[in-house]
């Protein structure tokens, strides 16, 4: 995925198409068809917060990986 591809997945856009999908949720007329937008609401927050936690994860990693230098052995022998 990249940078933009999530920028657009995580940006005000994103609210726009959950505020949309909510709102076909309530509005479609079928049990089936507001069960299946539900499922995919439900599951679409799942996807977008678990994409957040790893983008996190991953900064905290390099943030990490950048302020230690690497380990540095001088053995005579």
Known sequence: MTALDKQALLSTDKHANQHRLSRLTMEVHSD????MASAVESYTDELIAALEAAEKHIAELES???????L???RTS
């Open 32 to 35: 089936e068809l507001r069960i």
């Open 64 to 70: 990490k990986t950048t302020t230690c230098e690497p």
């Open 72 to 74: 540095r052995t001088n």
